[in-house]
């Protein structure tokens, strides 16, 4: 069957520092080849609209699959669905991924007829016999599946992420992915899950907390693949178990395997077993990203992170002393006064590191998406991009605005000090030698993405799809918010690794 996959646009934050490669649609592509079928794929992060009707036009795609990991892109992937349905009427079309996974049956209802099905969780184990089904009957009946029929049998788990390998090879434009100053970036993965539970993410709900990890044979052999000079690891937590971490680099090492990297972890886990760390900083690793998060225990607490203040702080220096570059999130609570941005600019402008700020933003899959006793403001998907504001603000929206860009503003002056300039002008010119534009542009293009009148002029835009409104449950059992719940895993059942 001819199957073409797309990608949506990127949101916000990724015109600026990052843009990267869709690694879970490209492994959706490798289950759906491998089954064989002729997959092509779309990433409008870095082609444009053109490309697709282009593609469409020519290649007839007798089904259309589109990822859906960002909330913010559910209305375009519908406006694309509904596009390809008016152009090639019998084309099956289907969505998939993160977000779209805690939303299924609204999103098919808001599509009136462009959507024929939802798959629910991993895509993996899904595409196969949906494509086989799409063929000979029988959709409503395949795993994970939800149709206008209703909810299929619960979603299945891939026992091991060895295989199928991502199809990097389906990609054009592939010399757009970067983040900071490695430019361009390959993303791989080395785990998949996280066994912690904080109450704002959703990427432990997805997974039931089960936690499964590549073999260090295959994760080297996929790290060998990459051309790219630089990776992006994509684990929600790196190095959670150190003999993992340190099997992978013993197989890197042994096949002298040179790349730079950027990995996220937790401050705890770093502080567990920096010589991981060390071992990794060895081979390559530059950056590090810290989910931080709130600077004081009280916020630590709310969000259940399970680190304390000191944790953070302790991480921040054990990353210096391995001349790892962190980058840190903190959460803004739109109950911020102008007091609180205060203190958190002093903070963030007496540490060394790159400070990025989101908006705490309950969303579906997430446990504050049931217990947030604020009001939404607003459901239009678009803003729940965790850089708008969506439940009521403590200053006038306009006024949160400014502060917020204010508060990015400064730490990006800081960025581009006398010292960092150096740095950079250093690391730019190295790149446009090598026709890599994507970090100058990034350098340049802050107030114009960045704005307070177009965050607040992005809440006048007139809606087409809202969000369902949040159905507030007591999340005493904590699974009830699971979209993969263990023992439904292809072969045998998965564990869980304890923290
Ligand atoms: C890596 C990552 C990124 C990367 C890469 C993104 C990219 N281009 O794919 C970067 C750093 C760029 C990124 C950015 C952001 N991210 Co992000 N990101 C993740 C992370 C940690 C892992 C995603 C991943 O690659 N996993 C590995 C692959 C193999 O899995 P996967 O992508 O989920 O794909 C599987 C399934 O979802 C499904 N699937 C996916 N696509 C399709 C398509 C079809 C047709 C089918 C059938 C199935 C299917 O099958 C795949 C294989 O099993 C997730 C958390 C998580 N654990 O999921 C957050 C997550 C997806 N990100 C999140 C957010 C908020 C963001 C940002 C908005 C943050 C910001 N401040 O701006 C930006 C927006 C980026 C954009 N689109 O422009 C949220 C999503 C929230 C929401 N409900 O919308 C998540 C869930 C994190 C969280 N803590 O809650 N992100
Ligand atoms: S924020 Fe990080 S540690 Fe917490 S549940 Fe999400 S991925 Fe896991």
Redesign the pocket.
């Known amino acids: 069957m001819r199957l073409l996959?797309v990608h949506p646009s990127?949101?916000m934050?990724?015109e600026i520092f990052?843009r990267?490669?869709?690694?879970?649609?490209e492994?959706?592509a490798g289950a759906a080849r491998a089954a064989g079928h002729e997959v092509r794929v779309v990433d409008l992060?870095v082609l444009r609209l053109g490309r697709l009707r282009d593609e469409v036009r020519s290649f007839r795609p007798e089904a259309l699959?589109?990822?859906l990991?960002?909330?913010?892109n559910i209305p375009e992937a519908i406006a694309l669905a509904a596009r390809v349905k008016q152009e090639v009427p019998g084309c099956f079309v289907?969505?998939?991924?993160?977000?779209v996974s805690f939303v299924a049956e609204e999103v098919l209802e808001q599509a009136r007829g462009a959507v024929d099905a939802v798959?629910r969780g991993?895509?993996?184990p899904?595409?196969a016999p949906l494509l086989e089904a799409v063929r000979d009957g029988g959709v409503e009946g395949v795993p994970g599946v939800v149709t206008a029929a209703g909810r299929g049998p619960a979603p299945l788990m891939l026992h091991g992420i060895d295989v199928p390998l991502p199809a990097r090879d389906l990609m054009r434009g592939r010399r757009r992915y970067f983040i900071g100053e490695l430019d361009p970036c390959a993303s791989i993965?080395f785990t998949?899950g996280c066994p912690w539970d904080c109450s704002f993410?959703?990427?432990w709900t997805?997974y039931g907390r089960s936690y499964r990890k590549a073999s260090p044979e295959a994760a080297a052999e996929d790290l060998a693949r990459i051309r790219e000079p630089n990776v992006f690891v994509?684990d929600?937590v790196a190095f959670i178990r150190p003999e993992h971490g340190d099997a992978i680099a013993a197989e890197v090492e042994r096949r002298g395997i040179r790349k730079r990297y950027y990995l996220e972890t937790r401050a705890d886990v770093l502080l567990r077993h920096p010589e991981v760390f060390e071992r990794w900083a060895r081979l390559g690793l530059r950056y590090m990203f810290l989910g931080m998060e709130a600077i004081d225990a009280e916020g630590l607490d709310l969000y259940r992170k399970r680190v304390s203040p000191d944790e953070n702080l302790k991480a921040l220096d054990t990353a210096r002393r391995l001349g790892i570059k962190v980058a840190i999130n903190l959460i803004v609570d739109p109950a911020w006064d102008e007091e609180r941005f205060r203190v958190v600019r002093e903070f963030a402008l007496a540490v060394p590191e790159i400070v990025h700020f989101?908006v705490m933003t309950p969303?579906p899959?997430t446990e504050i998406w049931h217990t947030e006793s604020r009001r939404l403001t607003t459901r239009d998907y678009r803003l729940?991009?965790?850089?708008h504001a969506v439940v009521p603000t403590v200053l006038p929206l306009e006024r949160f605005y400014e502060e917020l860009v204010r508060t990015q503003a400064v730490i990006n002056r800081k960025h581009l000090g006398l010292r960092t300039a150096f740095g950079a002008a250093r690391v730019l010119t190295r790149n446009l030698l090598h026709g890599q534009t994507n970090f100058a542009r990034m350098l340049w293009k802050f107030n114009q993405v960045y704005n307070p009148r177009r965050q607040l002029a992005d809440h006048a835009r007139p809606v087409r799809y809202e969000l369902p409104l949040p159905q507030h449950l007591d999340v005493g059992d904590r699974r009830m918010l699971y979209v993969h719940t263990r023992g439904t895993t292809q072969g045998a059942p998965t564990r869980r690794t304890p923290d």
């Open positions: 996959l990127a949101l934050y990724s990052l990267l490669e869709p690694l879970g649609l492994r959706v992060q699959g589109i990822s990991n960002y909330l913010a289907f969505l998939g991924g993160h977000s798959v991993e895509g993996e899904a595409v993965e998949r993410c959703s990427a997805f994509v929600d989101t969303y899959g729940f991009d965790i850089q």
